[in-house]
């Protein structure tokens, strides 16, 4: 695993409904179609992961980095080839900004409304984190 590009987890558990059709579940479908993709290989690390705790929204993905924001999405139809599509768009933007912040406006319309969740890094630059170990800094 490289540790200078953004590391993409796919939940391989997850399930969209559609298993006893293409005897697969959702989240393993997604992430062979991901696979299938050689281009994407070199814009992120790929793992799987066997439930991330967001079963209702499946089906679920994370991206992070080193040094940067991870984001949590669910809601992923791995049967709907323009979630793998934005994907690239998605990591793309992530990687060129700072700390991998992304305001809603700024990702791929597929992933601004399925956004479960976005956590800052331990070591973090940005003004929407306020360090409160001393208090409120105005207080
Ligand atoms: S099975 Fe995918 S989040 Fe639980």
Redesign the pocket.
């Known amino acids: 695993m490289k540790l200078d590009i953004p590391t993409l987890s796919i ?1 391989l ?3 969209d409904g559609r298993e006893e059709f293409y005897m697969s579940r959702g ?1 393993r479908r997604f992430a062979k179609k991901l696979l299938n993709k050689i281009s994407l290989k070199k814009h992120f690390n790929l793992r799987g992961v ?6 209702k929204r ?3 993905i994370s991206l992070t980095a080193k040094k940067s924001f991870t984001y949590v999405f669910g809601d992923i139809d791995p049967e709907n080839s323009e979630y793998s599509e934005s994907l690239i768009e998605l990591v793309s933007r992530y990687s060129s900004s700072s700390e991998g912040f992304l305001r809603r406006r700024d990702r791929p319309l597929l992933f601004q409304s399925s956004i479960l969740g976005r956590l800052p890094p331990i070591q973090c630059n940005s003004e929407i984190v306020t360090n409160l170990n001393n208090g409120f800094p105005d207080d």
């Open positions: 939940c558990s997850c399930r989240g066997n439930c991330m705790s967001n079963c499946a089906c679920t």
